[in-house]
């Protein structure tokens, strides 16, 4: 693993941990197994590597979800990107605890969002497409994107206090749900 990546992984663990201010960036170093010049080398504020977290996941989040479907269905497709948003934040709950707490954050700056959400691009053209196509309701991208995240949010809270045999026994539900709610 490249030296960056320990830092975001254990920083990652420590901010959802104890939060941002009681963790400094001397906890970060001596958790990543570095020093403190060679964080500041990569990430001069705490602030900027909070918002390199922030990215990485998203990145990660898109290469995990857009690799799932082939579907030519564009609901067999919405329903197969939802479920792996939610089969990536069971796999990675480190990862869902950190956006969990820190995506309303005023620490993460307008821009990282702005960047954030161009990694889902073809998630909002496929959403549009269901739009014009008359299949998915007629509203604000950004309303049906909230919500979508809302419900996601709240599943993957309920599934990671349930035992994971039990899991799959709601996920079709959850699917029909959001499907139902969205559909045109």
């Keep these: 693993m490249e030296k960056k990546d320990q830092i975001i992984n254990a920083a990652m663990k420590l901010l959802t941990e104890k939060g941002i201010q009681a963790t400094p960036m001397s906890a970060i170093a001596k958790a990543a197994g570095t020093g403190m010049g060679t964080i500041y080398n990569y990430f001069p504020t705490k602030e900027e590597l909070i918002n390199a977290i922030y990215l990485y996941i998203k990145n990660l989040e898109v290469q995990f979800i ?25 796999q ?16 993460i700056s307008c ?11 073809q998630i909002i053209e ?22 979508l995240a809302g419900t996601m949010t709240a599943y993957v809270r309920w599934m990671l206090g349930i035992k994971e045999n039990e899991r799959k026994k709601y996920l079709d539900h959850q699917l029909r749900m959001v499907w139902d709610a969205i559909k045109e």
């Design 126 to 147: 496929l959403i549009q497409k269901g739009q014009d196509e008359g299949i998915i309701k007629k509203m604000s991208i950004e309303a049906i994107l909230q919500f």
């Design 92 to 107: 990675y709950p480190d990862c869902f605890a950190f956006m969990d707490q820190m995506q309303n954050s005023p620490v």
């Design 66 to 90: 857009t690799r799932k479907t082939n579907e030519s269905s564009l609901k067999i497709k919405f329903l197969d990107y939802y479920k792996a948003f939610i089969d990536f934040n069971l």
């Design 111 to 121: 821009h990282t969002k702005e960047k954030g959400k161009a990694e889902f691009l």
